[in-house]
């Protein structure tokens, strides 16, 4: 029997922390990987801006109080605040594979630098989401309009225009979160968008979004590594 591996993850706020509690943590804790889902302190004004200086603080504090677990990160690039590593090097029309690499490498060598005495090297796994979670909702089309009550056509379409969940694009009016709650105006984040995930299910969101199943494969790796 593999040994357990445990991981908390910092995430953005209550949705990402209910979406592993509910959703994420049962699928990869069959695979000996716990996860403890951490909102992260003091995250910054609503609706994004989360600062580096303050999960740098959060990943500190998680890393030296086990020497034993993993801390990882769960936030998204447009959330992100001006004073995130790696800003720089995301150039115009990047994919979200290359996004999240350029965010994610960055982040790891700002925290390297500070907290390798602690084996950050080895037990920070950073993942940056390019979009906000409502992005793995589109995983599975029919699954997301029956869901909301919508003919299957209209997220379909969104798809097509887009290329894949994860590139479903950022402007304020269109969003992920955005284009659902225009088809479907009564969308709760915490309670629908739970649910639908929970329906969609992990393995489905792994096959439809690259950058998500990146770090699932991390988490696995640890208990192969371990």
Request: charged letters at 25%.
């Amino acid at each position: 029997m593999s040994k357990p591996i445990a991981v908390t993850v910092i995430v953005e706020g209550s949705t990402e922390q209910r979406f592993i509690q509910d959703v994420l943590a049962p699928y990869l804790g069959a695979k000996s990987v716990f996860m403890t889902p951490i909102i992260l302190s003091k995250p910054g004004q609503k609706g994004g801006d989360v600062r580096f200086v303050r999960a740098k603080n959060d990943i500190a504090r998680y890393l030296k109080q086990r020497n034993d677990a993993y801390v990882s990160l769960l936030v998204d690039y447009y959330g992100i605040g001006s004073d995130w590593p790696g800003l720089d090097a995301v150039y115009p029309g990047a994919s979200p594979s290359d996004i999240a690499k350029a965010i994610c490498t960055a982040t790891q060598s700002a925290i390297n630098a500070e907290l390798v005495d602690y084996r950050s090297d080895v037990r920070f796994l950073p993942h940056i989401a390019v979009h906000e979670f409502e992005a793995l909702l589109f995983s599975k089309p029919a699954t997301l309009a029956t869901a909301i009550q919508v003919d299957r056509q209209r997220i379909d379409e969104i798809i097509q225009e887009c290329g894949e969940p994860e590139a479903i694009d950022d402007s304020p009016d269109t969003a992920p979160s955005k284009r659902i709650e225009q088809l479907y105006s009564r969308f709760k984040k915490t309670s629908n968008g739970i649910a639908i995930a929970r329906e969609i299910g992990i393995g489905q969101m792994r096959s439809a979004c690259p950058v998500f199943n990146g770090w699932l494969n991390r988490m696995e790796s640890l208990v192969e590594d371990d």
